[in-house]
């Protein structure tokens, strides 16, 4: 397993932008399918991204498609989460997940989780 932390959660105005970033420990950062995740306020966590370990393919939930960008720097062990025009509906925790092997979709597939960090978009 790796560990993972995640930063760049804060406040935004709805239509502003944020990007967060997680950096996983261990020398095999390349070899994990990275996910990001969310769990708003009485919901289960949710799929938003996940990028395969060559950055070849990303896939994305249909609601943060064409908003969010996931990416990933295997150089400096990080992947990002480039969230754009956001809206009160992103409003969640936001975590970071990998996964030694190829990509998934269910938090259940993901053995590797951060902290999480809160996006909070206002009206």
């Known amino acids: 397993q790796v560990q993972l932390v995640e930063s760049g959660g804060g406040l935004v105005q709805a239509g502003g932008s944020l990007r967060l970033s997680c950096t996983a420990s261990?020398?095999?950062?390349?070899?994990?399918?990275m996910g990001w995740f969310r769990q708003a306020p009485g919901k289960e966590r949710a799929f938003v991204a996940v990028v395969g370990r060559s950055s070849g393919i990303a896939y994305y939930r249909d609601s943060v498609k064409g908003r969010f960008t996931i990416s990933r720097d295997n150089a400096k062990n990080t992947v990002y989460l480039q969230m754009n025009s956001l809206n009160p509906e992103d409003t969640a925790v936001y975590y970071c997940?990998?996964?030694?092997?190829?990509?998934?979709?269910?938090?259940?597939?993901?053995?590797?989780w951060g902290q999480g960090t809160q996006v909070t978009v206002s009206t």
């Open positions: 261990g020398r095999t950062f390349s070899s994990y399918t």
């Open positions: 997940a990998a996964r030694p092997s190829n990509i998934a979709f269910a938090t259940t597939d993901f053995s590797s």
